[in-house]
Structure formats: C-alpha cells, structure tokens
C-alpha cells in the first residue's frame, strides 16, 4: 500500500472515528425532542407548565434540572421524598437519571412506583434533555 493509500485509510478511520464519538455524545446527551415523546408516559402524574395550579398526583416538573428535591410549593411530597430533601437532593441529570431509573431504589418508599422504572437508558436521556428544556 502507497503513502497515499495509507493517508487515505487513516484519514477514512479518522473520519468514522469522529462520527462515531458524536453519536455516542448525542445518545448520552439524549435528544429533547424523543424526550418529549417518552414524557407521555410522565403526563398523567406531572405536568410541565410554568405555572401550573392543578393538583395532579406527582409535583409539576417545569425547572426540574437544578431544582432542590421537594420544592414545589403547595405540593404535599411523600415522608420519603421530604428526607431525601432534607439531605440536600438536588434534581441533577445524574440524578434523575437514578430515579427515574429505578424510583423505590433511589427514593425508598417513594409513591411513584405505579409506572414501571424507565430501564432504558436512552429513553431516560431523552426524557432528562427535555425536561432540561423546561425553563
């Protein structure tokens, strides 16, 4: 193989090399827009409006990333979810990334394990980009 040849190789797997590392950044990122589509499965319980007086079963979610644990003022927050305040969560991606993953681990005793736990980790970055986007 020429030095041509070779640089041009290289230069085919540098390519597919950067390509490959972007996708992987925009999965673990997650995509607003599938989240908004993974959120339908949220809407019964939560809402996403700015200001939202309803009472539904699960705190509004609008400015969730960055908000301290059990904030929502008017919203009666489970024993369990009062002590994780208390211990200073903070709703981080990371965070909700684990409890949404699997509630009742992160939260013990916490109601919101009428819906199964969301395994999939991609849906859950979707979903955390947009609520992300709530602001």
Not at 9 to 35: H, P, T, W
Not at 45 to 63: F, I, K
Request: proline letters at 6%.
């Amino acid at each position: 193989m020429g030095l041509a040849s070779r640089a041009a190789a290289a230069l085919v797997v540098g390519v597919y090399g950067c390509l490959m590392a972007a996708s992987a950044v925009r999965a673990a990122g997650g995509d607003a827009v599938r989240g908004a589509r993974v959120f339908q499965r949220c809407f019964s319980c939560h809402s996403v409006a700015p200001n939202e007086t309803a009472q539904l079963q699960g705190p509004r979610l609008y400015g969730i990333v960055g908000r301290r644990a059990g904030s929502v003022a008017g919203f009666e927050y489970s024993e369990a979810m009062k002590a994780k305040a208390a211990a200073g969560l903070v709703w981080t991606p990371e965070a909700l990334d684990r409890f949404i993953a699997d509630p009742d681990a992160f939260v013990p005793g916490t109601p919101m394990v009428v819906l199964p736990p969301l395994r999939d980790q991609q849906e859950r970055a979707d979903l955390i980009a947009y609520l992300s986007g709530q602001r």
